[in-house]
Protein backbone atom coordinates (compact mmCIF):
# COMPACT_ATOMS: atom_id res chain seq x y z
CA UNK A 1 0.00 0.00 0.00
CA UNK A 2 1.17 3.29 -0.37
CA UNK A 3 0.30 6.70 1.60
CA UNK A 4 0.53 10.58 -0.39
CA UNK A 5 0.27 13.02 1.73
CA UNK A 6 0.22 16.39 -0.54
CA UNK A 7 0.89 20.49 0.91
CA UNK A 8 2.19 23.36 -0.19
CA UNK A 9 -1.94 24.06 -0.95
CA UNK A 10 -3.22 28.06 0.18
CA UNK A 11 -4.34 31.02 -0.88
CA UNK A 12 -2.33 33.20 -3.28
CA UNK A 13 -3.25 36.31 -5.83
CA UNK A 14 -3.70 35.62 -9.66
CA UNK A 15 -0.28 35.78 -11.49
CA UNK A 16 1.40 34.28 -7.78
CA UNK A 17 3.00 31.64 -8.16
CA UNK A 18 2.84 28.07 -5.37
CA UNK A 19 4.43 24.63 -5.05
CA UNK A 20 2.99 21.60 -4.23
CA UNK A 21 4.51 18.79 -2.75
CA UNK A 22 3.83 14.73 -2.19
CA UNK A 23 5.49 12.65 -0.51
CA UNK A 24 4.79 9.08 -0.71
CA UNK A 25 5.61 6.34 1.78
CA UNK A 26 4.90 2.69 2.04
CA UNK A 27 6.89 1.52 -1.25
CA UNK A 28 9.88 2.15 -3.22
CA UNK A 29 8.93 5.52 -4.67
CA UNK A 30 11.18 4.56 -8.03
CA UNK A 31 8.68 2.26 -8.72
CA UNK A 32 6.10 4.57 -9.39
CA UNK A 33 5.12 7.05 -12.34
CA UNK A 34 3.63 10.34 -10.57
CA UNK A 35 0.68 12.31 -11.82
CA UNK A 36 -0.96 15.42 -10.51
CA UNK A 37 -4.53 16.05 -10.79
CA UNK A 38 -7.36 18.43 -9.75
CA UNK A 39 -10.88 19.08 -9.10
CA UNK A 40 -12.77 22.29 -8.86
CA UNK A 41 -15.93 22.74 -6.93
CA UNK A 42 -18.33 21.23 -9.45
CA UNK A 43 -16.62 19.76 -11.65
CA UNK A 44 -15.04 16.45 -12.90
CA UNK A 45 -11.28 15.67 -11.46
CA UNK A 46 -9.35 16.77 -14.44
CA UNK A 47 -5.67 15.55 -15.19
CA UNK A 48 -2.74 18.31 -14.53
CA UNK A 49 0.76 16.64 -15.51
CA UNK A 50 2.71 13.26 -14.99
CA UNK A 51 6.25 12.70 -14.73
CA UNK A 52 7.85 9.25 -15.05
CA UNK A 53 9.72 7.33 -12.88
CA UNK A 54 13.36 8.61 -13.69
CA UNK A 55 11.99 12.32 -14.03
CA UNK A 56 12.68 12.43 -17.19
CA UNK A 57 9.66 12.61 -19.56
CA UNK A 58 6.51 14.56 -18.70
CA UNK A 59 3.45 16.21 -20.34
CA UNK A 60 0.97 18.18 -19.35
CA UNK A 61 -2.68 19.42 -19.62
CA UNK A 62 -3.22 22.39 -22.12
CA UNK A 63 -4.57 24.18 -19.94
CA UNK A 64 -1.43 24.34 -17.49
CA UNK A 65 1.55 24.10 -20.24
CA UNK A 66 3.85 26.39 -20.06
CA UNK A 67 2.87 27.59 -16.04
CA UNK A 68 3.02 24.49 -14.29
CA UNK A 69 6.41 22.53 -13.72
CA UNK A 70 5.70 18.50 -12.61
CA UNK A 71 9.25 17.55 -11.10
CA UNK A 72 10.43 15.17 -8.61
CA UNK A 73 13.48 14.43 -6.30
CA UNK A 74 13.93 10.73 -6.16
CA UNK A 75 16.24 11.04 -3.45
CA UNK A 76 13.54 12.71 -1.20
CA UNK A 77 10.76 10.72 -2.43
CA UNK A 78 8.94 13.74 -3.63
CA UNK A 79 7.17 14.94 -6.45
CA UNK A 80 6.77 18.66 -6.92
CA UNK A 81 4.23 20.74 -8.85
CA UNK A 82 5.44 24.38 -9.00
CA UNK A 83 2.68 26.68 -10.54
CA UNK A 84 3.04 30.03 -11.95
CA UNK A 85 1.42 32.65 -13.11
CA UNK A 86 -2.27 31.48 -10.95
CA UNK A 87 -5.24 31.97 -12.60
CA UNK A 88 -8.91 32.01 -10.88
CA UNK A 89 -9.53 29.18 -12.88
CA UNK A 90 -6.48 27.40 -11.60
CA UNK A 91 -8.54 27.40 -8.38
CA UNK A 92 -9.45 23.42 -7.09
CA UNK A 93 -8.39 20.61 -4.96
CA UNK A 94 -5.04 18.98 -6.14
CA UNK A 95 -4.57 15.15 -5.76
CA UNK A 96 -1.19 13.66 -6.14
CA UNK A 97 -1.33 10.23 -7.85
CA UNK A 98 1.27 7.33 -7.63
CA UNK A 99 1.11 5.00 -11.13
CA UNK A 100 2.62 1.39 -11.12
CA UNK A 101 2.07 -0.04 -14.53
CA UNK A 102 3.81 0.60 -17.86
CA UNK A 103 1.77 2.71 -19.97
CA UNK A 104 3.35 6.22 -20.67
CA UNK A 105 -0.02 7.45 -20.32
CA UNK A 106 -2.42 5.66 -17.74
CA UNK A 107 -5.90 5.33 -17.93
CA UNK A 108 -6.15 4.55 -14.00
CA UNK A 109 -3.32 5.88 -10.97
CA UNK A 110 -3.04 3.10 -8.52
CA UNK A 111 -3.10 5.74 -5.04
CA UNK A 112 -4.30 8.56 -4.18
CA UNK A 113 -3.66 11.50 -1.85
CA UNK A 114 -6.22 13.24 0.09
CA UNK A 115 -5.56 16.53 -1.94
CA UNK A 116 -4.67 20.27 -1.12
CA UNK A 117 -6.85 23.07 -1.33
CA UNK A 118 -5.37 25.56 -3.98
CA UNK A 119 -7.47 28.95 -4.21
CA UNK A 120 -6.27 31.70 -6.54
CA UNK A 121 -8.02 35.39 -6.12
CA UNK A 122 -8.47 38.14 -8.80
Known amino acids: QVQLVESGGGLVQAGGSLRLSCAPS????????MGWFRQAPGKEREFVAH????????YYADSVKGRFTISRDNAKNTVYLQMNSLKPEDTAVYYC???????????????WGQGTQVTVSS
Open 97 to 111: AAYSGSSYYPKEYDY
Open 26 to 33: GRTFTNYA
Open 51 to 58: ISRSGGST
